[in-house]
Structure formats: C-alpha cells, structure tokens
C-alpha cells in the first residue's frame, strides 16, 4: 500500500509497505481505510521544520476520516463498513492525570502523526474505542471534527456563562471552532486577528459580528467598544508569545485566560496585574473523548459544518510535488483536505 513518510523538513518519500492483514488484528482494534486527511497547522510546522517536540522520519496525518474494513474479535462499538473519526491521541501507559480523568494530558500521551507515525497512508490498525461513527455526516466533516475538539475543549475548560464577553484571539482553523462553541454558550463573542483576510473569513463562517485587528492600541478599542468594560474570558489560538501575554493587560479583573496555542519559550506577567485582577490562568490541550461525540451530535444537527473551513484540496498522490504550494495561498488558507 502507498504511505508518504516526511524523511526530515521538506523532504517527501512515497513509500509501498506491507498493508496490514485483517487476520492478524488485535482483539480491540480495527482496520481502517483513509478517506480524507485534513492538514493541520502541525503539519506545516513539520514540514517546515518548525513543529515543537517533533522527530522524524515521521508519517504525518491525525485529522481522519476512515472506513472501518475489519475488526477484532473484541471490538463492538464499530462494524465493518462504519464511517468514523478518529480520535488521535491515546496514552499507553496509565498514568496519574489519566487515573484522575484527565486523559488528554497524560504524562504519556501520543498522538497521531506528532509522536507516532499517523495516517497519511492507505489502511493502518488503531485501537477501535477511539473510533467515533456518523452515518450521517459526510468525509470532510468526519475529517475535520479533530480540530473542532481542540476548541470544543477550550470553552468547555473556561466555563464560559451567558453573561460573558469572550474574546477569542487568532481567526485559524482552531480559532474559528473556538468561537463557534463559545456563541454556542450565549456569551458575547469578539474575535481577534492581525490579517484582515481573516477575520472577514471568519464572518463568513463563523457569523461573529464583532472583529478587531490587533495593533499596538487593542485595549481602548476594546474598551470603547465594551462601554468601558474588558472581555471576563479570553482564547488566545495563536501560539504567539507576544499575543499570550499581552492578554494579561486585556482581560477584566477576576477573568479567565485560555492558552490554546503553543510555543517553545516562556510566559511572562505583571504578576502585581496577576493579583490584583485574581486573573484565572489555564492551558488548554487536545480534547477528551466526549467531545467528539458531542461534536458530531452538533454537527449532525446543523449548529455547525466544518466543511466550510476547507479552501483547498490535494489528491494523496500529489502531496509529495504539490504540499509546499499550500504555503502560497497565505491568509486564503484555512483548511486543506487530502483526498485518496
């Protein structure tokens, strides 16, 4: 079967390997077919060379769309010829977080594509219980409820309430989702981005009404904005150290920030603004595995088609040639779709 692995940054190998036999499959797991990947922000990273915490070679690959075409004799939450998400990370080894529930941050948490060789390939074997169907939604959708987790996941841990004004900085793909679930709560919603490009994309999509361009004077515009008031939550999406930090200025006293984005560095704070605001501070990382059910209930029922992030498109066999153009279409680039 054909496998594209990324040998190191910008370097592509098609690869024909064994395709792995129905009759040798685990007792839990299932033979999956790749129908669609989605190409995430850690893809590009990676294939730049940029990604935090990534070792090559590497098959890359963890927003997944698959049919399942065999399954071991334990498995009994899918059936041959189910169509499903796949949730991408796992923990090997049962840790204390994932002892407490927390299983999206174990100590040893992998994840698809990042830690161990993903889905950019024909059919691979993964454990069936992380396997989420819909005979409803089409391949794009179930391809694309992964990243829609990671910002289900973030409003869920920032308990946002009605009354709250939300700002949700960075308009990617994670941003985009971010905001969605957070008007879903029946919070005021603002977004934030430095690319005009956009935020007018995320109008569109999202229908957030209220945008601003982030520029050196963000908290009078936002005061102006808010009648003298400052957002009581905060998402920063960007992995942008300058962008976390100044979130400290923006917030209301007694708020919430949510560091959704990640980089290689540290955070630095006022800390007499820390306290004197009581500013709660969290990270968010990945999504559990209820979020996807609940996601694709969402999705199912209309409140949100994540089909309309995609902008562009690569057939499988293209990805090696064709991969480095995505980085042409700039802002345009919301959401690309590799198809087999």
């Not at 940054?9 to 792995?20: A, F």
């Not at 409803?136 to 289900?152: H, R």
């Not at 679930?181 to 977004?191: E, H, N, S």
Request: with cysteine; glycine share 8%.
């Amino acid at each position: 079967m054909k496998t594209i692995r990324l040998n190191e940054p910008e370097k592509w190998e098609m690869l024909d390997v064994p395709k792995p036999a129905a009759e040798q499959l685990a007792p839990e797991n299932a033979l999956l077919k790749v129908k669609k990947i989605g190409v995430c922000g850690t893809d590009l990273h990676a294939f730049k060379g940029t990604q935090p915490f990534f070792q090559y070679p590497r098959i890359l690959g963890h927003e997944l769309a698959v049919e399942v075409v065999a399954v071991g004799e334990a498995v009994d939450n899918v059936k041959v010829g189910d169509h499903c998400s796949v949730e991408p990370y796992y923990n090997d080894i049962i840790g204390q977080a994932v002892r407490r529930g927390k299983t999206n941050c174990g100590e040893h948490l992998k994840v698809l594509g990042v830690h161990v060789d993903g889905g950019m390939c024909e059919y691979f074997t993964y454990p069936a219980k992380f396997l989420h169907t819909s005979s409803k939604l089409s391949e794009d959708q179930l391809a694309l409820i992964e990243p829609l987790a990671i910002g289900c996941h973030a409003v869920d841990r920032a308990r946002i309430k009605e009354e709250d004004i939300v700002l949700v900085i960075g308009a990617g793909p994670i941003g985009l989702g971010t905001a969605q679930f957070a008007q879903l709560t029946g919070a005021r919603v603002l977004v934030m981005d430095i690319d005009q490009n956009k935020l007018k994309i995320c109008k569109e999509i999202t229908g957030v009404k209220e945008t601003l361009t982030a520029d050196s004077d963000i908290k009078s515009k936002l005061l102006e904005i808010l009648d003298g008031d400052l957002p009581t939550v905060i998402l920063d999406a960007t992995g942008s150290s300058q962008s976390m930090m100044k979130t400290f200025d923006y917030v209301a006293a007694g708020g919430t920030i949510v560091f959704i984005g990640l980089f290689i560095g540290d955070i630095v704070f006022d800390d007499p603004t820390f306290h004197k605001k009581e500013i709660t501070l969290m990270a968010s990382r990945a999504a559990m595995s209820h979020d996807f059910s609940k996601i694709i209930q969402l999705v199912e029922e209309g409140n949100i088609d994540p089909s309309t992030y995609i902008t562009h498109r690569l057939k499988f066999d293209q990805v090696p040639s064709d991969f480095e153009k995505l980085y042409a279409h700039g802002s345009d680039l919301i959401k690309a779709i590799i198809e087999h």
